[in-house]
């Protein structure tokens, strides 16, 4: 417990997607198996301490990539946070109806969390303020969608991940200085047409990254290999300082890996950036962006 809660600790000091973390994550950050943190959360010194997001339900066990962990004393925040929604609503949607009725979003929270959580959806439509990633139809039964699935994707064409308007709207392009054009699909260095106007770093970016997310299950951690990758016409220090820019306007984040869960291959250590003795190899979206 003592370790479990130090992590925890840590993750709220990071803020935005990095806490409340996910039971899968929180794993990998200690460093022990799944069933050692799982266990350590039901002991008598966890209880009244720290919450599990989802309850089990008889030998159902909550489902570790879709199970927030949290502070008790961080239970009314939580229930008001965009991670939370967001986690809710990947968790409620499916390929075949990726629009899901707001009822639906709090079933399976602890019960004192799933009470908050309504209470605070239905504020967050009245006041019309949703997560960037977010959108809603209103009426008599409100649906939620991710805009990345409000897509039309061309006839014929195999399905892939769209990219998410970060403003919970269709951007713009917006010029770079460097030639570069985004569509709904994979980022690439094309132009649109002749005379399209290219795009900018952030854009692009944010287009990367939401797409990679998206086929990596939204566990919101990208590697920065694979943003890299995902950009390969940006140079190296153009694409550090730039990030450096977006994590000081609170955008995003970089975490550390332990290497316990996932063994990093020499391309991915390559790829990461060294600050105060830690290899930052993982890009998070922050929630208070």
Do not use: W
């Amino acid at each position: 417990m003592p370790k479990l809660l130090g992590v925890l600790e840590s993750q709220k000091q990071l803020g935005g997607a990095s806490y409340p973390p996910t039971l899968e994550r929180l794993t990998e950050l200690t460093g022990d198996t799944l069933a050692v943190t799982s266990k350590a959360l039901t002991t008598r010194e966890a209880k009244g301490r720290v919450l599990l997001s989802r309850a089990a339900g008889g030998k159902k066990k909550p489902a570790p990539g879709a199970t927030l962990v949290l502070l008790a004393e961080d239970l009314e925040a939580v229930a008001q946070s965009d991670r939370l929604m967001e986690v809710q609503l990947q968790s409620a949607r499916t390929a075949d109806a990726p629009a899901v009725e707001l009822a639906q979003l709090p079933k399976g929270l602890l019960p004192a969390l799933g009470r908050a959580f309504k209470a605070a959806l239905d504020q967050r439509i009245a006041d019309r303020r949703l997560p960037r990633a977010i959108g809603a139809l209103l009426g008599k039964k409100p649906l939620l969608f991710f805009l990345a699935d409000a897509v039309l994707p061309a006839a014929g064409a195999p399905a892939r991940p769209a990219a998410t308007a970060t403003d919970g709207a269709a951007r713009r392009a917006a010029p770079d200085g460097a030639g570069n054009a985004i569509s709904n699909g994979p980022v690439t260095s094309a132009q649109s047409g002749p005379g399209a106007p290219p795009i900018s770093f952030v854009d692009r970016f944010d287009a990367a990254f939401s797409s990679l997310d998206r086929a990596s299950g939204r566990l919101n951690y990208v590697t920065l290999h694979a943003l890299r990758a995902a950009l390969p016409d940006i140079p190296r220090d153009t694409f550090d300082t730039e990030l450096a820019a977006l994590r000081r306007q609170r955008r995003y984040s970089l975490d550390p890996s332990d290497g316990r869960h996932h063994q990093m291959a020499e391309a991915e250590r390559d790829a990461g950036i060294m600050e105060a003795g830690n290899l930052l190899v993982y890009v998070a979206r922050r929630d208070d962006a």
